[in-house]
């Protein structure tokens, strides 16, 4: 039995205190943090009985709070692990690039478990003017919403931007006043098909001018 | 859901207040689909209806604004969520209570499938153990069962990431602790 399965099972049961349900309102505010901490938690109290308001409140959740499920171990048994995959993923990426020595970087599209891609319309590694920064991708369907993160390779966000319609984000200069000319930027982009699946893309580089 | 509900019935949508036809039908076709996003397969039938109470909600919003300005997907979605769990809420209300006046309301175990009651059970359980729980790790834990990542998880409760991933962690412990003294294991 997976914990997570077995709390999210029953969604259509009738609560056991209806009246004592938050609005929906309230559930979503609540799922999006735009409540103080304080509301949030009663919110979240509720959940812990009642499979409705649970069902509600991820139907509300941004889809980016969904991170990949982690196999949680023991904060002090953490280390050793990691460190041994580290040094085993170096080594097998070195292995793959060493021989794959033709391999051009030429921006190729990740092809999801839904057979969608995202395929970046700005060449790999290019370099954009700070006034005109604009990052570009193919759509992925007519009605697709987009996320896009942008981030500097230490993985220090520069800017995120949400609910985007068109395949197409402009940067602002102000998001950018902080980052070096010359620096290589790592973007994302993750559109949120019309059906409510998700397709993301892999890491896509590209230079401050 | 017709009328008699005391709902609106999807009429052809009048121009909204400071725009044109063809901004109104796109307004309209951005509702429908945040409304179908939220709508869970038994509420399909549905949909137009809600669709129809969103947009009278955007409208009664647009008004207390200036009424020109666009709402901004962020507002349709809110909007769309609560007027399609509202309809869920009462659509289901509505089954109970039918359920009860024809002498019906059996209790769950008796309805359902054996694995669905099962399930209805465990699920019950959690919720038990999760109310015993130290209140802190409960919050913690309740997240991470909703499918929350540790960050998302931390912002939410307004704790830092180390001390929320801890929480999580001795949490899910106890939880376990709990569940296999009612007999429920993994």
Known sequence: MKLDEAFRAGEEDVPPDAAACPST???????RGELAAEPIHEVIKHLRTCSSCAA??????????????AVLIAPWRRWAPLAAAAVLVVG??????????????????????????????????????????????????????????????????????????????????????????????????????????????KAFLVRLE | MTEQSGHPSAEPTPPASGMDAASTALLRERIRREVVRFCPPWLRSEIDDIVQMTWMRLEAARKQDDGNRDPGATLIARLAFCATMDERRRLRRRREVALEESGNAASPEREQPSSAAQAAEIRRAIGACLVAMLESRSLAVTLYLQGHGTAAAARLLGWGAVKTENLIYR?????????AAKGITP
């Open chain 1, 92 to 201: 097998v990426g070195l292995v793959v690039v060493l021989r794959q020595p033709d391999r051009v970087s030429d921006g190729t599209a990740m092809r999801t478990a839904t057979g969608r891609e995202i395929e970046p319309l700005v060449a790999e590694d290019q370099a954009l003017p700070r006034e005109r920064f604009l990052l570009r991708w193919a759509p992925v369907e007519e009605d697709a919403r987009y996320t896009v993160k942008v981030d500097l390779r230490d993985l220090t966000r520069v800017t995120v931007a949400r609910d985007l319609h068109e395949p197409e984000f402009l940067v602002p200069a102000e998001a950018l006043k902080d980052v070096p000319s010359g620096a290589t930027l790592v973007w994302r982009v993750e559109a949120t098909l019309v059906d409510g699946s998700c397709v993301v893309s």
């Open chain 2, 171 to 179: 949490g899910l412990a106890d939880l376990r602790r709990c569940l």
């Open chain 1, 25 to 31: 309102e309230r559930v979503w505010d609540a799922a």
């Open chain 1, 56 to 69: 509600e409140w991820r139907a509300a959740m941004e889809p980016e709070a969904r991170e990949a499920e």
